[in-house]
């Protein structure tokens, strides 16, 4: 805008601005003025230059929807699966696409945190995920996220067996952490599409390590429902066990007194499968990658914690976890330092932040 922007009425006009004119606003339709008297009455906010206007705008759902918002507020209403352009769902749409070697359903079961879980369990948990991608490539159904669904349920129930044969399945397993590592590995390995790395707002929920659309059927939002009813059940069948419950609360002052003199026996003698690669943490050195997983394993089943825990306790990101695990941080590097001294001095565990209430 030139300075005639603030003329005063008794001010000689500037070539070529001559009134009556239109002025704009950034959320007001524009508004013509006769004269420099009226285009000072309307204030600051107006412009001789145009303004965009955010509203009133277009948006567009993945149902194939579209509705015009008048105002921020009736689009903050509207919630999660919007977008601008129908253009944006383009990339998630269609039928499936020709497989890319960045396509792993396995990507995650290394960095999958269970206590008492063993590289043996993780083999085969990778081997109920390829069972499950195979029957995917398999399915005839041409939309991708309707041929994930079953094959989704299938290595929901190919993980809870594997768990169930090692003699470490629990409720909070089914309800949480199996589903999530299933969601992860169907994203991971292509079957469910529509899901990306960071939060968007035509993904607005969270399911493991990626944001997600799910519509409102029943298949989308109760998936492994009638799967963790039935794991409950032979859970509860089974002769002579009962179903292990998830903790309700964190341990006690003895109880973690008891959990670390034990943390102190599991790392000092370990099973003699283990004993070549798996020294105490206390006196271990961690230079191999069988050492550092075995540490995590032994720390998080001693707290019955994950090791997102151990990872907010020595403050760092669980990549950097899964980096250290597999040697690849820096010698001198603070993170592996605090990660190291978190299991060699038995750190109790930091507990996940609580949310506000419908976060």
Known sequence: ??????????DPLSPGREYPRLMHHATKPPVK????????????????????????????????????????????????????SLSVFGA??????????????????????????SPEHRKKIKAQLLRA?????????????????????QAFDGIAGVLDDAGILREDLLRKEIPELVWDSAIAGGWWRRASETRQDIFPEQRGHYWVWLDDSRDSKELFRAETRDWEARLLEAPGRTMPAARASAPTIQESVQIKDNFLLTAASPSPEAASSAPSAENCDFTSEAQRIE??????????CSAAALGRTARVHRADLSKWKKGSLPAASDKKARIEKVLKNKVAPTPAPKRPRGY
């Open 295 to 304: 540490a995590v394993a032994v720390y998080t089943e001693a707290y019955q």
């Open 92 to 117: 998630y749409q269609g039928p499936r696409r020709a497989r890319t070697e960045d396509r792993d359903p396995c990507r995650w079961v290394e960095e999958w945190s269970v206590p008492g879980l």
């Open 133 to 153: 991608e195979g029957a995917f490539e398999r399915s005839p159904d041409a939309d991708p996220e309707t041929a994930a669904l079953p094959c989704m349920r």
């Open 33 to 84: 003025v006769a004269n420099a008297r009226d285009e000072m009455a309307l204030g600051l906010e107006w412009s001789r230059v145009y303004i965009p206007q955010r509203y009133p705008r277009f948006k567009y759902h993945w149902s194939g929807k579209n509705i015009i918002v008048q105002n921020a507020d009736e689009e903050i209403a509207l919630g999660g699966g919007w977008a601008e």
């Open 1 to 10: 805008m030139g300075n005639n922007r603030f003329l005063t009425p008794n």
